[in-house]
């Protein structure tokens, strides 16, 4: 790619981390620190000519210097960002592989410069929409094309094109000022003393029949005159008030003092439009009555309107936010690997749906079993048959309806040993959106022949399994996380959801030869139709032998290429399972089968031989420099991995140190950075393995056995603006209300977040009280457990 300028083909300067915001405040959202000159610089690329991104917002304001101050990130990163993002690059891209160039910050500090120049070229692009309408009209001027280019919000634009706005309650000013008032307006605030009001008297002519209608239209035109110079001001509130205003349950108004309207007419006449000379009494009063009644009939409107949508923007803005961190949480979850595990959807009527699933998450069997009926004995036997010939030591229960009570019937069997000599233990799991999985089209054509009922099951095992793999089959939106998602903007929500779920599937990785089209269509830089097009190539060709063979699937070009590869595995084990799986053991086969097809598109020859690197995070256009590194420490590929090699690596880095080392490279240290974690991390490595897993126990507790002071260790479900709540085992979540998650009991790094709890979290709480009538606990958080 001539056009490209790979992070691991030069070296630049070591970039200074972003320093934590010491101004935090707990109890308000962290704000964004804007960096100052002094900061250690990076390597901004330099913007090309025709940058749409940039150029063609034709505004009087220079975009990169408006997107530092407003996203608060230094200029040099936002110059770097906005070009990456011309040259398609994803952010998953942009956060692993480039990240000398965007100063070290994650993924949603990414988003937000994006979603910030998105807002940029939109105003952009409404002022020049209100600039032709005004044209159209004939009433836009230089001075009026120059306020409108000077705009970098939409509430300014709004702001300056209300006067023309038709249709609006100042079409009367319009009528004046057609009537040829304008000039005797301006001279009311300009020269009163040469005001002569009779003149403009025309008998025949409406509106200026008579003195009184004189006056009263040149007061309406000086009305035009003041509410087009009155700025804009911003407030906090939340959304629930939103909600109760739509739903007519609450009536909502923006309270303003009167000193406000005071302050604002005395200004106005004594300040602002003083009369240049003596004004008549009878002018004065004119000029009076026009400042007090713009105030009430356009000035405080468009105020209090200006306040309503600066909140209920920056209110939705943290809600995002927080359905965000919420999702990533829940996407990250550790997976439970090496176990068969049997889902149960819980249920009366209709039975209990239960499913035993292989280590690899293969249906093994599915059945109904009826537990809370009469016959429940002689399903328990029914239960026993089920486990023993699959040995299914775990089992995962749904936490909706009858949960509670097979949670109670499976914990009376595990202590009667009813499984022995298996060692039998359970958890409960959300089983929020499993309904609606089990009867969408892509549940329908993975599991064609099964009920639904049955299928749910299936979701509520997987999901313990491989939690991002399942969870990513469903809409973010309808798995229980979150707060007022139906009362903001579902665009920006979709955005921030998409992004964080192609953020979460690239950087844990995808074994190529064995995810799913769902799976794999989030990795960055595919998409649906390239997704498609890699299962029609492994189905024709069989499994991918290493990463360059991507070249030879339809519509993955170069950029597609650069993006994705990186986040591919080509797992060796799972190319051999695939070959037996289709009859032939003789991993020589499919290398046949490739080998024909050894052109890509403008990509020369392609290898069919593995590259022990394509099972790293090590991007392929890095490789060079790999073997160049394992070859000045003395190592080699099939050491990867191994305690020998990790400390060979580690003896280097300590004797010459990272930065010299990536000169010696020709590389910049993030790069070297990277190729060292490649390198010294086991087979299979998997970033969730740091994250929490779910709980497993063998016994139940009620809330009749929580007393107030009791301590107890739970797991944070959900977090909304209020609080966190927290599983602890009861049948019931508890509530830590925000005022008691304070920063002392937070570790450092989670300090800076707006709430710092997130799913999965496990934390050790306080009971402060247990209100049985209306089935309700509050908490205290006492610490995080890591």
């Known amino acids: 790619m001539p056009d490209e300028c790979p992070s691991s083909s030069q070296h630049v300067p070591k970039v200074k981390k972003e320093e934590p915001d010491d101004s935090f405040t707990f109890d308000e959202p962290a704000q ?195 509410f087009s110079c009155y700025p804009v001001t911003l407030l906090f509130q939340t959304l629930a008030i939103n909600r109760g205003e739509n739903l007519k349950i609450l009536t909502v108004k923006v309270n303003i003092p009167d000193r406000v309207k005071n302050d604002f007419c005395r200004w106005c006449i004594n300040v602002r439009w003083r009369p240049q000379g003596f004004a008549r009494p009878e002018l004065m009063t004119i000029l009076k009555n026009a400042v007090e009644d713009s105030y009430k009939r356009f000035i405080l409107p468009f105020l209090s309107r200006g306040y309503r949508s600066k909140l209920t923007a920056s209110a939705e803005k943290e809600s995002i936010a927080m359905f965000v961190r919420n999702l990533r949480q829940r996407l990250l979850m550790c997976p439970v690997r090496g176990k068969v595990i049997m889902g149960v959807d819980p249920g009366f009527h209709h039975g209990c749906k239960i499913a035993i699933l292989s280590p690899t998450s293969q249906i093994l069997h599915t059945d109904v079993v009826y537990l809370h009926g009469p016959a429940k004995h002689k399903e328990a036997e029914k239960l026993n048959l089920i486990f023993s010939p699959h040995s299914c030591p775990t089992i995962v229960i749904g936490n909706g309806k009858a949960c509670r009570e097979t949670e109670a019937f499976f914990t009376d069997l595990i202590k009667q040993r009813f499984f022995k000599p298996l060692d039998v233990s359970y958890c409960i799991t959300d089983e929020a959106g499993a309904s609606i999985y089990s009867v969408s089209p892509e549940a329908v054509k993975e599991m064609p022949d099964m009920d639904p ?68 269509r989030h990795i960055a830089g595919l998409n649906a139709g390239r997704a498609r097009s890699i299962m029609e190539w492994k189905e024709k060709n069989g499994p991918f032998l290493n990463r360059e063979q991507l070249k030879l ?206 799913p999965g979290e496990r934390v050790e709480v306080r009971v402060i009280n247990v209100d049985h009538q209306r089935n309700r606990i509050t908490l205290d958080l006492i610490r995080v457990l890591r």
């Open 32 to 226: 964004k620190k804007q960096k100052t000159t002094n900061s250690a610089q990076g390597r901004p690329i330099k913007l090309k000519s025709g940058n749409s991104c940039v150029e063609d917002l034709q505004m009087n304001w220079d975009p990169i210097q408006v997107l530092a101050e407003k996203s608060g990130v230094e200029q040099w990163v936002c110059a770097n960002i906005v070009q990456l993002f011309q040259e398609e690059n994803t952010i998953p891209f942009m956060v692993r592989y480039r990240k000398e160039l965007i100063n070290h910050m994650d993924a949603d500090a990414v988003r937000d410069v994006q979603l910030t120049l998105e807002e940029l070229r939109s105003v952009a692009k409404k002022s020049r929409s209100v600039s032709q309408t005004l044209k159209k009209e004939g009433v836009l001027t230089s001075e009026l094309e120059m306020a409108l280019k000077n705009c970098t919000t939409a509430d300014e634009i709004d702001h300056v094109y209300a006067p023309y706005k038709k249709g609006s309650k100042l079409s009367k000013a319009r009528r004046a000022k057609e009537l040829g008032l304008e000039p005797a307006a301006l001279a009311l605030l300009q020269e009163p003393q040469k005001l002569d009001l009779q003149s403009s008297i025309q008998p025949n002519t409406k509106g200026l029949s008579t003195l009184d209608e004189v006056a009263t239209d040149t007061d309406h035109l000086s009305k035009f005159t003041l």
């Open 553 to 758: 699937v339809k519509g993955l070009g170069p950029k597609s290429f650069q993006q994705c590869a990186g986040f591919i595995r080509i797992n060796p084990e799972t190319v051999r399972s695939s070959v037996c799986s289709g009859g032939n053991d003789d991993l020589k086969a499919p290398l046949k089968q490739t080998a024909e097809k050894k052109k890509g598109k403008g990509s020369g020859s392609i290898s069919n031989q593995f590259n022990p690197l394509d099972q790293t995070c090590i991007h392929p256009e890095s490789y060079s420099i790999a073997l160049r590194f394992l070859s000045q420490i003395g190592g080699s590929l099939d050491q990867m991995g191994s305690a020998g090699l990790r400390q060979g690596i580690e003896s280097s880095l300590k004797s010459r140190g990272l930065d010299v080392l990536a000169k010696s490279l020709d590389t910049t240290p993030e790069t070297l950075q990277l190729i060292v974690d490649g390198l010294t991390q086991p087979p299979g490595f998997d970033i969730r393995q740091d994250f929490e897993q779910a709980d497993f126990k063998r016994e139940i507790v009620s809330m009749n056995d929580l007393h107030d002071g009791m301590v107890v260790t739970g797991r944070v479900t959900n977090t909304a603006l209020f609080g966190a709540f927290v599983d602890i085992g009861v049948g019931r979540s508890g509530l830590i209300p925000k005022r008691f998650i304070t920063p002392d009991k937070l570790p450092v790094d989670q300090r800076q977040r707006s709430l710092a709890l997130g």
């Open 453 to 520: 009922n049955l299928r749910s099951a299936v979701s509520i095992g997987r999901r313990v399994q491989d939690p991002l793999a399942e969870l990513i089959k469903i809409d973010p939106k309808h798995i229980g996380i979150g707060t007022y998602q139906h009362d903001v903007s579902q665009s920006l929500l979709r955005a921030a959801l998409d992004g964080v779920v192609q953020e979460c599937v690239s950087f844990v990785g995808v074994d190529i030869n064995i995810c799913s089209e769902t799976l794999m």
